[in-house]
């Protein structure tokens, strides 16, 4: 973005912004407590922020949408809670501070870090954020500072600007907790958000009262069956020793287990001559796959030659101790999941080269073959799998191209030590029938794309896709036993045997590749936990009912919320190290980040109540006296409407309980959550289920609508630091001011697509703002000077009068509808142009009371997202209270023909300009012709050029052909008001009479046609035009001559015109004919009441056209053209002279009414039949 080249503006903007802030904050503007009587309410959330750092431009879009969401509700007269706590539990903040503690131990203080290792991390640091981020933050604002780990945690520090004496302190995780959330809540108040700040709190057991709470909520999930203990599957850090949930990752959000039919192929060779390997236990190549289905068509096992493998010791139950060969990346996996006897230890027999295992024969399970060999395959991947691969080449294409590549290279065989009989006597087996493929798809793909190795991966990939959804959703087994059922019927019971006859095991693995934030690659564990038994029948099924009563606002969104339901459970909910609330009957147990984070928005209607305001840790009592100890899970009961009566015992005094009751129950449910898209998979659902589990009677508590946004781009990339593509939300706020940054934000997008924060309409907002200050101070000291009545601008008063309750309305629909981009288009950047089109309409003469309201208005529909600002214009209006205590405008019904009417004349202004734009283009002489011009100034051949007049032809029918031309098509509009494709539309035309001449206009016109159906419906192929062309045009004529610049203009019915226009012109569609050139008309009748005067002419226009646009003229002395008669002069040079009254036949010859006139570029007229140009004309009546 260019530089700017001054700050005043955005300076005045801050200062006002501060000003609203500091008059906010004394007036306790947004403190708000529950009603005694019925009055509607709003609650609105945003999932509180991970304590690890200052916010970005990514969570301050986010949140945006409650803020614009309250300011709006608040219009509506409702009381509004918008209150946002501060998250810490977890690993993060820990793992961050037990990081530098290390880095001052093995580097000092300040921290001497290797220089070539600093180096390289400084260059790392720029690409981090400025602490590792945590899972509400979303996906994509959170790439960036994964693309690269920076090297040390202090350079993290450094790199937002701290100190080494004041990073020396976040070595303690309890400096974390008292240093951002106050950093976060400045923040935000700079921002202007509606926050109730004496609801703030943080998370943890640092927190007695918030602790308290989330004990209550643990015990009765428990009592209530939703909490089990087991062993579980789960992503899993051997580094910290626990389960690594989304918020404990550095990278692989949303990642799970992925289980695996890791297959056993028996070693038939002896591998005694490899060290290590001298044993009598059982030997097998294991390869994990996720088509046990196909295992009847292995002929095969590949092996990479240069991956190192390791052989190590399982004892699976009901196998007995067994040797197996994978990578030692897969060999970790599994010891984590009971293959080993020691959780997590595996015994390296020996290490293997792949090379070493060429031709190697094996009993490979379920396949009709004998013998299988390891054969080489040189794309297999260290990370993925075991590093084995079966081989099933009549459903595998990769397989087929590498075995018809082994068969073909006879020296890539020897290479690898292999006999002709270990490759080539093997063909594929045909397993499974796909309908249009055959019994040997992958042979089919490989032939059909004419693959010419398995170096081919782009095509082997397109043939991959399309066989393995084929095979699962159509192919039919051929083998004994299962011959002539569906793949996807017996996938599971094909597994189950191989499991049952000991030839498989089950294995897990992330489906893709898990960090830590303690750079660990995680595996998959099976684990002792307790966990949330998400998708139980039951309790999913209320959920399901919860969710469909919730609004979404678009069905994406609550079809990935139904998708969710279908995979989801399990949710393992606690881990053993971090910071949070301990599990309140296991306490060697922490609950983990997400589970304590699902229905905390019901602490904040009571938190205010309890905490001592800005006492964000709980330290300090609040109003009530309340100590952590008196909320007993009993009391929570109550306060929460889990009871109806008060607990006998509780020590707090029942009018306390019955205020902290009465809190919860009017503020809840909550009216809107707000989030990221990437949190529906996990957080909001987890929200929703949570809501049932505890209100589980109570419909009425479970939450009432979920608004889920895209991530957010900058300048259409994503955030990046070390792209300088990065904004903080202070960053943004010093750039582009609160209301400028704001603005920029609700333009940035509505959907769950990507939005994107442009800089430089930033910049354009912030100057908007500024301007609209200045124009309503010039109209408050010039509104004496307005006029006051509507007289001689009825017309355009009425039509801004309209437009503005029009706006209005649309704009409350988008805010209704969470539509903030739109609300920002209709409520301000339209009801501008309204303004500016009713300025122009009354050429400056504004009438002063819809002036006046229209700035009311203005400031009111604007204020949930420029609230500085139209506060400050409230204050200017001399408004008494707070424009955050004031009313949604109250509109009147709007006239819909006058907006028709208004938007015809702008359409066809607009097209008027671009007509007369196109005139003084085309009219220029050319350099040659224009040396040979008479001698003149520039200004007089320019002003001869110019437009002067302009007559605009105005047709109430269509031309015939195409008015049948449109009778038909109205035929052809089927049900949904569409009309068919063009074969279908020239097929039914052939039937209508087009004119030859016309007939290579018809499929312009029809296109023409169809392009207005699809914007404006059924109404573009009406006939006649809903508006009063001719009235509207001749008000607004005036309008019309100034804003073309010309010296008159009149208003014509088509029906007189030359069949040229009669063409051109038709309803909706006014032609505009303009003319540079006029005619001196001398009339030299005496006492007659009529004069000499200047006429224009246009090109091609008849001698009776002209005769019926003069009888207009004279309205009130001629009744019809046929009382004219037009005369030119017999010698040219006669025309200086006025003709004998008494003679005014003497040296004049009649011009007929069908003569034409010829108006050149240079705006010299001729008429046909006469020789010479002509200036002058005599007219008699």
């Known amino acids: 973005m260019a530089a700017r080249k001054g700050t005043a503006k955005l300076d005045e903007l801050r200062v006002i912004e501060r000003d609203i802030q500091a008059k906010w904050e004394q007036e306790k503007t947004f403190e708000v407590d529950a009603s005694n009587e019925k009055s509607e309410k709003f609650l609105c959330t945003f999932p509180y922020p991970y304590m690890n750092g200052r916010l970005h431009l990514g969570h301050t879009f986010s949140l945006s949408k409650c803020e614009f969401a309250a300011g709006y509700q608040r219009l509506q007269g409702k009381k509004c809670l918008f209150p946002f706590g501060f998250h810490c539990t977890g690993m993060p903040i820990k793992a961050c501070a037990d990081k530098l503690k290390r880095e001052m131990e093995d580097f000092g203080y300040p921290p001497n870090f290797p220089k070539e290792e600093e180096a390289v991390a400084a260059e790392e640091v720029q690409s981090s954020d400025p602490v590792i981020k945590d899972k509400a933050k979303g996906k994509k604002s959170k790439a960036a500072a994964k693309q690269v780990a920076a090297k040390y945690q202090w350079q993290i520090m450094q790199s937002i600007h701290l100190s080494d004496e004041e990073i020396k302190l976040f070595a303690d995780p309890m400096h974390w907790l008292k240093y951002f959330p106050p950093h976060c809540m400045d923040d935000c108040k700079k921002m202007g958000l509606k926050v109730d700040w004496r609801r703030s709190f943080i998370t943890t057991d640092v927190n007695p009262f918030y602790d308290s709470f989330v004990r209550w909520q643990f015990i009765r999930l428990k009592e209530r069956g939703k909490i089990e203990f087991g062993k579980r599957y789960t992503i899993y850090s051997p580094k910290d020793d626990q389960p690594c949930m989304d918020h404990d990752r550095s990278s692989g959000e949303g990642v799970g287990p992925q289980e695996q039919t890791l297959v056993k192929m028996r070693v038939l060779d002896s591998l005694s001559h490899i060290e290590g390997l001298k044993t009598d236990l059982p030997i097998y190549l294991v390869a994990a796959t996720l088509r046990p289905e196909t295992m009847f068509g292995q002929t095969n096992c590949w092996v990479h030659p240069n991956i190192k493998y390791i052989a190590f010791t399982v004892n699976l139950p009901g196998c007995g101790p067994e040797v197996f060969i994978s990578t030692k990346r897969a060999a970790r996996n599994m010891s984590y999941q009971g293959f080993t006897t020691k959780n997590g230890f595996y015994d390296v027999m020996a290490t293997i080269q792949g090379s070493n295992l060429m031709g190697v024969a094996l009993k490979a399970p379920l396949t009709s073959n004998d013998k299988v060999y390891a054969l080489p395959m040189m794309t297999i991947k260290e990370d993925k799998g075991t590093g084995i691969v079966t081989s099933v080449p009549s459903d595998s294409p990769d397989d087929y191209a590498a075995l018809e590549d082994l068969k073909k290279k006879k020296d890539f065989r020897a290479k690898h030590g292999l006999k002709d009989h270990m490759v080539l006597p093997y063909e594929p087996i045909e397993i499974i029938n796909i309908p249009g493929y055959g019994p040997h798809a992958a042979v089919f793909m490989y032939n059909k794309l004419k693959i010419q190795s398995q170096n081919d991966s782009v095509k082997l990939a397109e043939a991959k896709d399309e066989v393995y959804l084929k095979g699962f959703n159509e192919g039919i087994l051929q083998v004994d036993g299962y011959k002539g059922r569906k793949v996807s019927d017996v996938k599971k019971e094909i597994q189950k045997k191989l499991y049952d006859d000991k030839l498989a095991a089950k294995y897990m693995e992330p489906e893709r590749k898990v960090m830590s934030r303690s750079g660990d690659e995680c595996v998959v564990a099976l684990c002792d936990q307790w966990y949330l038994d998400y998708g139980e029948k039951n309790w999913r099924k209320l959920t399901e009912k919860a969710l469909e009563q919730c609004e979404t606002y678009t069905s994406s969104v609550k079809e990935n919320f139904r998708s969710t339901l279908d995979w989801l459970h399990e ?139 895209g991530h957010l781009l900058l300048n259409g990339q994503k955030m990046s630091k070390s792209e300088g593509n990065f904004l903080t939300m202070t960053d943004a706020i010093e750039k582009f001011s609160a209301d400028g940054m704001r603005m920029s934000l609700a333009d940035a997008g509505d959907t769950v697509e990507d939005a994107n924060f442009v800089e430089t309409m930033a910049d354009a907002g912030l100057l908007r703002l500024h301007n609209l200050i200045e124009w309503v101070k010039e109209v408050l000291s010039s509104k004496e000077e307005m006029r006051i009545d509507s007289s001689g601008h009825k017309f355009a008063d009425d039509c801004f009068t309209s437009e503005m309750n029009h706006k209005v309305n649309m704009t409350k629909d988008y805010y209704e509808k969470m539509m903030f981009k739109e609300a920002l288009r209709t409520g301000f950047f339209e009801f501008q142009a309204a303004k500016d089109k009713y300025r122009e309409l009354t050429q400056g003469q504004m009438r002063q009371d819809l002036i006046m309201q229209f700035i009311e208005w203005q400031t009111l529909i604007l204020s949930p997202i420029c609230p500085h600002v139209c506060e400050h214009i409230w204050q200017l209006l001399g408004k008494e209270s707070s424009i955050m205590r004031a009313s949604w405008p109250v509109t009147a019904p709007y006239n819909a023909s006058l907006l028709k009417d208004i938007d015809y004349l702008m359409d066809s202004c607009h097209e008027f300009r671009l007509r007369s734009k196109q005139f003084m283009t085309v009219s220029k002489p050319a350099k040659s012709q224009a040396k040979s011009q008479a001698k003149g100034s520039k200004e007089e051949a320019a002003k001869k050029l110019k437009p002067r007049h302009a007559i605009i032809w105005v047709a109430k029918n269509f031309p015939p052909w195409q008015d049948r031309v449109l009778h038909k098509l109205h035929e052809l509009l089927d049900d949904a008001n569409t009309l068919p494709d063009n074969r279908t539309i020239v097929t039914a035309l052939k039937d209508v009479d087009i004119p030859s001449k016309h007939k290579k206009k018809l499929m312009p016109f029809v296109a023409l046609l169809k392009e207005n159906v699809e914007r404006d419906g059924p109404s573009a192929l009406n006939t006649t035009s809903e508006v009063d062309e001719m009235e509207v045009l001749s008000l607004c004529k005036e309008y019309i001559k100034k804003t073309l610049d010309l010296e008159d203009v009149e208003i014509c019915d088509s029906s007189n015109a030359v069949d040229s226009i009669k063409d051109d012109c038709r309803p909706n569609k006014p032609f505009m004919v303009l003319t540079a050139a006029s005619l001196n008309l001398a009339n030299p009748q005496p006492c007659n009441g009529v004069f000499g005067f200047d006429f224009p002419i246009f090109n091609n226009e008849t001698a009776g056209v002209v005769k019926a646009r003069i009888a207009g003229q004279l309205q009130n002395v001629v009744k019809d053209k046929s009382d004219i008669q037009l005369r030119t002069y017999e010698c040219p040079q006669d025309q200086r002279r006025m003709p004998k009254p008494d003679n005014l036949q003497s040296g004049l010859v009649d011009v007929s009414d069908d003569c034409v006139f010829a108006v050149s570029p240079t705006s010299e007229i001729c008429i046909s039949g006469f020789n010479e140009p002509v200036t002058k004309l005599v007219y008699v009546v």
Request: proline letters at 8%; charged letters at 20%.
């Open 571 to 709: 949710h393992a909910c606690s881990r053993s190290y971090g910071l949070g609330t301990k599990m309140p009957w296991d306490t060697q147990y922490l609950i983990e980040s997400l589970s304590d984070s699902t229905i905390y928005n019901a602490y904040y209607t009571v938190c205010h109540l309890l905490q001592a305001k800005g006492n964000f840790n709980g330290s300090e009592m609040g109003p009530f006296c309340i100590t952590p100890e008196q909320l007993t899970p009993e009391v929570w009961d109550y306060i929460f409407c889990q009871t109806s009566t008060p607990p006998k015992h509780a020590q707090i005094h029942i009018e306390k309980l019955a205020k902290l009751r009465q809190e919860f129950e009017f503020w809840y449910p909550v009216d809107l959550r707000a989030s990221g898209k990437d949190l529906v998979p996990n957080h909001l659902t987890y929200y929703l289920y949570n809501h049932v589990a505890m209100w589980p009677d109570n419909p009425s508590k479970w939450p009432k609508s979920i608004r889920a946004n």
